[in-house]
């Protein structure tokens, strides 16, 4: 009698709300306790000063947040993790509703079991949890894909269009939460333009016309959320105001991703890998639950195309986008979130199918209870202790303490410059109110000054504006020649002033040692500053730090830094790695490069690093061995190279430069012919591809080249202009002093 | 029986939303109570040995913060342990205690800033300890007083975002949002009744007036904020 009270009373949105509720507690425990990675610092500082973060700007995400910033618990930062993790909890929640109304259950039955489960693997999914336990949009993003699936099953079944509409509405203000929902448009209009409720007697074209428009009309009034972004800049006083937002024009460019529109799709561009680029990603989200899972999951899409057909194919629809969208994001678990979503919610629905099934032979409830112990265990077993590796599970308030110690132990009145990486602006906005007597330069300034905000608040006088040799100063938004200009200058040996205060000071780069800059070949000031750490002995630390954290991954006597090693590796790898090749110290990279491939290779021959670590790693090698002049040894680690990753450019970049150094004409001509039809944005293929012309064949044929080329460059998207006039002027063979005209687009063509 | 229980268990959806807010807060407190207390453990441990290891824990202890106790110890625990070493004479060890503890109250503040009492003393040790760090840069040579002044007034200065707009700022978007929602349920109901568009307007313009009012609220606060 108790059994079946319970079961009554028990209804599915109660046992929903305490497993979701679980989940949340769970994600809060595990929930980073410092700033994370990647966006996070950057996030949880346009949250609490309401700013304009990266694009697309996600307003929505921190207008929301901004409400858990007044609990007065917690650092700030913690709080808007925090509110991820509800949000996450939200996403269980509304899924399990959703599957509520597409399984048909409105009251206990054994088939919750068939419910549950796949809720559970998808509550604790990588990609979910990742998202849930850090300061990220995503887990928001993934809770509003499944209440728009909800407003568009409640309109389908007749419940009014008031439905519809409120999902127009509520897509709007998704958009402003990542904008990459405007992508799946075609999958809103399958299941509304191409949908009839239930109960709708008559829909003709008209009808449907008036519907649209409207839908159209309310998605409008959700996605004026974006006027947060362009008033906020004009106030012209935020802490972060990324993208400057503050006219109509650079709002659109900031919610379209015109900045980083190319490097953000080209995996679109690159559409022939897209079938590599998929196996590859199934390869990494695999694991034996998500082979036993895949019967189930067809099972799911049957029952749905037959219930459902129209969201059975806009589910298949929405998987299509996302992957052929964002399949070059190989590592980027967080974009294949809406794939993630669907896989499980036809899961889901197989394994309901197949409850029902059981139910027949009335053997639903114990299969039913054995399957959860089953898939619990096996949970536990397999993707808990090996998947999470971007939580920080040793509270170690991973990106303050990295931080903290450098910022304490600056000298006074010293002179910063951070790297790009943008959580590097937190760990500024540490700096400048921690250490007021030190003057700060945000890298990301120097080079695209046009697309930032100065850090330091305007009505400071510590802003910071950069003096030439010559006494002149530059004016701030200089698009570009910001940086060329002290390029210039540190490379011709003038030291380069910035004006402080009232004061001067000479330039003293600082780095700290832990500091993870990667994209270390994407900016200008790269070998400048690698120059001035080797210079300034901070190479020695660097490197006495790497060798012991190296030892401390090969030994394996600290599990939970080698838990979250692989991806760790990713942030640190680069700048030591680079610092070896300038001190051409071959040998030992040679050494800790296949240390670690030993240490972290999986018994099938793959890795367990990030698909990019694992092609930069073979690069690396592929490199050295080159330059130690064993090329049979670089010509095979290429190739592996070209195995794991055969549609990258760069694989034949390096293939070329084997055989150059082997004096090989056409094989050399050859492969950096591949990576220039590859890649058509690189420059540096350009370059080295038009130079063996030069070599080989002819200067005419290399000037022709070029010529052809650069017709297509496109100014705004190359960025920088820096970069290629110097790369022409080696082409074209000006005399080095020539350097300080920049030439200009006319001239280059 | 179970009618009854349903019942009881189903109240308004504010009450539900308030015992559940209270639960998480619960959850919360009691964890981060938790945490802030090993952290504490550490740092008491740490303190004989290595001061610098010490602070650290104390800091991680404040990153915990609640306005009662574990972190609250550990706040008064490290002033304490500042003051100590600023009386031994090791100056640059109760300088970082100090920088420590203004950044984790920093962080720590919502709508009040926490703790002005350790702020103040860490604000005023760490212009201090500035102004002579430049002046013996310069050889001794500065007015003292002048550069006390300007690093406090730098440190004490509290930002220009206002908590007051910002909160505006979010009500006011919660409440078009929520308004229009209701807009949106109001125009188009189940219920197959017609009622003129004019008519409906003018029933309806209590939600369309607040809808505009937040809207209105919202883009002058964010430029106030």
């Known amino acids: ?749 | 029986m179970v009618n009854d229980l349903k019942n009881k268990a189903s109240g308004p959806f504010w009450v539900k939303s308030l015992i559940l807010a209270a639960i998480f807060l619960l959850f919360i407190v009691a964890f981060m109570e938790v945490k802030a207390n090993r952290e504490l453990k550490l740092a008491r441990i740490a303190l004989s040995q290595s001061p610098k290891t010490a602070i650290r824990h104390y800091f991680q202890a404040l990153n915990w913060y609640a306005p009662w106790g574990s972190s609250q110890v550990a706040a008064d625990e490290l002033k304490d342990l500042a003051d100590r070493l600023k009386n031994e004479g090791r100056v640059d060890l109760a300088y970082e205690a100090y920088l420590r503890l203004r950044g984790a109250l920093n962080a720590a503040r919502s709508f009040y800033w926490p703790r002005p009492d350790l702020q103040s003393k860490a604000n005023d040790f760490l212009a201090n300890y500035l102004a002579d760090k430049k002046i013996s840069s310069m050889g001794g040579q500065g007015d003292k007083i002048r550069l006390y002044g300007y690093y406090l007034e730098i440190y004490e200065d509290k930002g220009n975002f206002s908590e007051f707009y910002g909160f505006l700022v979010v009500l006011s978007f919660l409440g078009w949002v929520f308004y229009f929602v209701k807009i949106i349920w109001a125009f188009f109901p189940l219920s197959s009744e017609k009622v003129p568009f004019r008519q409906k307007i003018y029933l309806e313009k209590i939600l369309i007036i607040m809808f505009v009012a937040c809207y209105v609220v919202w883009i002058l606060a964010m430029k106030a904020a």
Not at chain 1, 461 to 488: C, E, H, K, V, W
């Open chain 1, 1 to 749: 009698m108790i059994k079946n009270t319970l079961k009554e009373l028990i209804s599915v949105n109660y046992l929903l709300g305490i497993f979701s509720l679980a989940c949340v507690f769970f994600y809060v425990i595990c929930a980073t306790p410092g700033y994370g990675w990647r966006d996070g610092p950057e996030l949880a500082v346009t949250a609490v000063f309401l700013d304009v973060a990266h694009p697309s700007g996600f307003p929505l995400y921190n207008l929301l947040a901004k409400i858990l910033t007044w609990l007065p618990l917690g650092a700030l930062a913690y709080r808007v993790t925090l509110f991820t993790a509800l949000t996450g909890g939200a996403a269980v929640f509304l899924l399990g509703l959703a599957l509520k109304r597409l399984h048909g259950l409105d009251q206990a039955e054994p088939k919750y079991f068939f419910l549950l489960a796949p809720l559970l693997f998808f509550a604790f999914h990588q990609g979910i949890f990742a998202a849930a336990t850090e300061v990220e949009v995503y887990s928001l993003n993934v809770a509003l894909i499944i209440a728009l699936l909800l407003c568009a099953i409640k309109w389908r079944e007749g419940h009014g269009l008031a439905w519809l509409y409120g999902g127009g509405f509520l897509y709007g203000l998704s958009c402003g939460n990542h904008a990459s929902l405007a992508l799946y448009l075609p999958v809103l209009l399958l299941l509304t333009f191409w949908t009839r409720p239930e109960n709708m007697e008559r829909d003709n074209a008209r009808a449907r016309l008036i519907r649209l428009s409207l839908l159209a009309l309310f998605f409008l009034v959700g996605l004026s959320i974006y006027l947060f972004l362009l008033i906020r800049s004009q106030t012209d006083r935020l802490p972060v105001d990324f993208g400057r937002t503050n006219t109509w024009v650079r709002l659109w460019r900031h919610i379209s991703d015109a900045k980083d529109s190319d490097y953000h799709f080209k995996g679109v561009l690159n559409y022939k890998e897209l079938f590599y680029f998929l196996k590859i990603q199934f390869q990494n989200l695999s694991s034996p639950l998500i082979w036993l899972a895949l019967p189930f999951f067809l099972w799911g899409l049957r029952f749905l195309w037959l219930y459902y057909q129209i969201l059975s194919v806009a589910l298949v629809v929405l998987i299509g986008i996302n992957s052929f969208f964002f399949y070059y994001w190989i590592d980027g678990s967080a974009a294949f979130l809406p794939t993630v979503i669907c896989f499980f919610l036809l899961t889901s629905l197989g394994l309901g199918q197949f409850g029902r099934y059981l139910a027949k032979y009335g053997l639903a409830s114990k299969i039913g209870f054995t399957a959860l112990i089953f898939f619990i265990l096996a949970g536990v077993y397999l993707i808990l202790p090996q998947r999470y590796r971007e939580a920080d599970f040793d509270a170690g308030f991973m990106a303050t303490e990295l931080f903290w110690p450098d910022m304490a132990n600056l000298p006074p009145e010293a002179i910063a410059i951070h790297r790009a990486q943008w959580f590097s602006e937190l760990a500024l906005h540490h700096l400048y109110v921690a250490r007021p007597d030190v003057a700060l330069i945000w890298h990301a300034s120097l080079v695209n000054p046009h697309f930032f905000s100065p850090l330091v608040p305007a009505k400071n006088p510590r802003l910071l504006y950069p003096t030439l040799a010559d006494g002149s100063l530059l004016p701030p938004n200089t698009p570009n020649f910001f940086s060329y200009f002290i390029f210039l200058n540190m490379e011709a040996g003038k030291p380069v002033y910035l004006q402080y205060n009232d004061e001067t000071a000479e330039l003293l780069p600082y780095m700290t040692p832990e500091e993870p800059f990667m994209w270390m070949g994407r900016l200008t000031l790269d070998k400048w500053m690698v120059d001035k750490l080797i210079k300034n002995g901070s190479y020695a630390t660097y490197l006495k730090w790497f060798r012991g954290y190296i030892a401390q991954l090969a030994g394996g006597y600290d599990p939970p830094l080698a838990k979250k090693a692989p991806a760790y590796l990713m942030y640190i790898s680069s700048p030591i790695f680079r610092l070896m090749t300038e001190k051409n110290e071959i040998k030992e990279g040679i050494l800790t490069v296949e240390t670690l491939l030993t240490t972290f290779s999986k018994p099938d021959g793959t890795f367990l690093f990030p698909h990019d670590v694992t092609l930069n790693l073979h690069a690396f090698l592929a490199n050295m061995y080159r330059k130690e002049k064993k090329y049979s040894k670089a010509i095979e680690y290429a190739h592996k190279l070209n195995t794991l990753s055969p549609f990258n450019a760069y694989n034949y970049y390096i293939l070329g430069l084997i055989y150059d150094n082997q004096a090989m004409p056409t094989e050399t001509l050859a492969a950096w012919r591949k990576a220039t039809e590859i890649d058509k944005y690189e420059i540096s293929f350009f370059y080295n591809y038009s130079l063996a012309l030069a070599k080989y064949k002819s200067f005419d044929e290399a000037i022709s080249f070029l010529t052809e080329r650069a017709k297509t460059f496109d100014e705004e998207k190359m960025g920088n202009l820096r970069d290629l006039a110097l790369k022409f002027r080696d082409c074209f063979l000006l005399p080095p002093e020539e350097i300080g005209e920049l030439p200009t687009r006319e001239d280059l063509l």
